[in-house]
């Protein structure tokens, strides 16, 4: 393979990590848990803090519980990724901006955390082979009649 065809697969293969990347966060967001099982490898391990430590049946058990089976409205945005391709490997570091809102009780989570993510190409495209979070900034808060009270939970 010559150098540019070298460059531009691994630009493809970027480009490739990032909708990957997308439709994972898209598909937390409209709590459709088998479009977030396809994201992952069959032996993908996820390190979610505070949660804990789990693989992909148990993100799937985790998110169903919190998310899936509730009127929480959630907003995942990935921002910021630095991707390294290497072969059919590759990792990234992202930033995610995430915002809960629970109509129930009128609450709210803001969160500011990076993911570092592992992949792997298989033969349905790239997949996560490993993901943790690493939150750095946790904001609570409550929306009533007298309006917005929120506060610095971690960071």
């Known amino acids: 393979m010559s150098d540019l065809e070298s460059r531009i697969a691994r630009l493809e293969a970027e480009s490739d ?5 997308a439709r994972y966060l898209n598909a937390c967001d409209a709590k459709d ?12 391990e996820i390190d979610f803090p505070p949660l804990g430590s789990f693989d992909v049946d148990g993100l799937i058990g985790i998110f169903t519980q919190m998310a899936a089976t509730t009127p929480i409205v959630d907003v995942h ?5 630095e991707i390294e391709v290497n072969g059919d490997e590759a990792s990234a570091r992202w930033n995610l901006g995430y ?16 993911y ?3 992949y792997r190409r ?8 490993y993901s943790r979070s ?11 009649e007298d309006g917005v009270k929120a506060g610095w939970v971690a960071g």
């Open 17 to 21: 990590i990032r909708r990957l990347k």
């Open 33 to 44: 848990v088998e479009a977030i099982r396809a994201c992952f490898t069959p032996d993908a």
């Open 77 to 81: 945005q990935g921002h910021n990724a």
């Open 99 to 114: 915002a809960t809102y629970d109509p129930r009780a009128g609450t709210f989570r803001l969160l500011a955390n990076f």
């Open 116 to 118: 570092a993510d592992r």
């Open 122 to 129: 298989t033969a349905d495209g790239w997949r996560i082979s």
């Open 134 to 144: 690493e939150p750095r900034a946790v904001v609570d808060g409550t929306i009533t």
